[in-house]
């Protein structure tokens, strides 16, 4: 399949309001995660670390989605899942450094969030797939 020719404002304001929705949930989380984060080390929970790493994480995750798109688009239903597996292990390495329970978990869930952000934001770049219609025959 190929990607629409939705205009390229179209595409930037969902990316805007991605770029919104993921750091204000993301602050909702980080907020959680530092209450629930009783004697850790709060890695990544300053709005210092997570707001310029949502922003890059929606720029990567951009380019890498177009990349995707015009290639093999069928590969974004198994790309993206995996790189999402895969920012978890830093996570989960955070727990060597003297992270909690708390804060590994909200960054893992932060990572959720702005893939999911992303998602929405460009899934109506990608055209269903086209279905080859054959009419039948009528005999009168």
Do not use: C, E
């Not at 004697?39 to 707001?51: C, E, V």
């Not at 290639?71 to 996570?91: E, G, M, N, Y």
């Not at 998602?119 to 770049?125: F, G, I, S, W």
């Amino acid at each position: 399949m190929t990607t629409t020719a939705q205009p390229a404002s179209t595409t930037a304001l969902r990316l805007g309001f991605a770029l919104l929705a993921a750091a204000a949930v993301n602050t909702v989380i980080a907020l959680g995660a530092l209450a629930l984060d009783d004697g850790g080390i709060g890695m990544g929970l300053s709005p210092a670390a997570y707001l310029p790493a949502t922003a890059a994480g929606l720029l990567l995750g951009t380019a890498g989605w177009f990349a995707l798109a015009r290639r093999a688009r069928q590969a974004l239903r198994v790309v993206v899942p995996a790189v999402l597996v895969l920012t978890w292990v830093p996570d989960l390495l955070l727990f060597t450094a003297g992270a909690t329970a708390a804060n590994v978990f909200g960054l893992m869930l932060m990572h959720l969030v702005v893939t999911t952000a992303l998602v929405t934001a460009l899934r109506p770049t990608l055209t269903p797939p086209s279905r080859s219609v054959q009419a039948v025959p009528t005999t009168d």
